[in-house]
């Protein structure tokens, strides 16, 4: 089994949209565990709302390829468009992060995801849920390079968020 990593978006009916995706993960996977849900500004467009963003790892023996199909077809089944621009509101956006330490391509998919490395609202959520996992291309650990971060271009703020009857603090 391999330990993989999602990030999680929505800034359209963003609380509905983020219970739907971590209960098809609950469902479909095995040892899940989500980071807080976090408020953030859009990046790299200023038409839309703010985005829920956060973090889920979990446990699967599936291919690179089968995860980013699933991912994708949840997508689709809640509203996003095949062909949607990359910086638009979206119901749900689901990106493959890591799965264990693989880097390059593989299936069509690039891993690490670059976004890690640059964008705030991928990176807190996987320093708090990995906070001594090492990124597999630059070796350091997610908490360092969380710290070592610089937030104040992209602000973002835990929300209260409530799922399964709990609330999620980063420490399920």
Known sequence: MARVSVSIGSNIDREHHVRVCLDALAETFEALRVSRVYESEPVGFEDGRNFYNLVAVFESDWSVGELQAWCKQLEFA????????KFSPRTLDIDLLSVDTLSGEHDGVMLPRAE???????LRPLAELLPDTRHPVTGERYRV?????DADEQP???VT???RGRPLSGED
């Open 78 to 85: 809640n509203g996003r468009r095949p062909n949607s621009p």
């Open 116 to 122: 890690i490395l640059h964008h705030a609202f991928v």
């Open 145 to 149: 390079l969380w710290q070592a971060f």
């Open 156 to 158: 973002l703020w835990p």
């Open 161 to 163: 968020f409530v799922w």
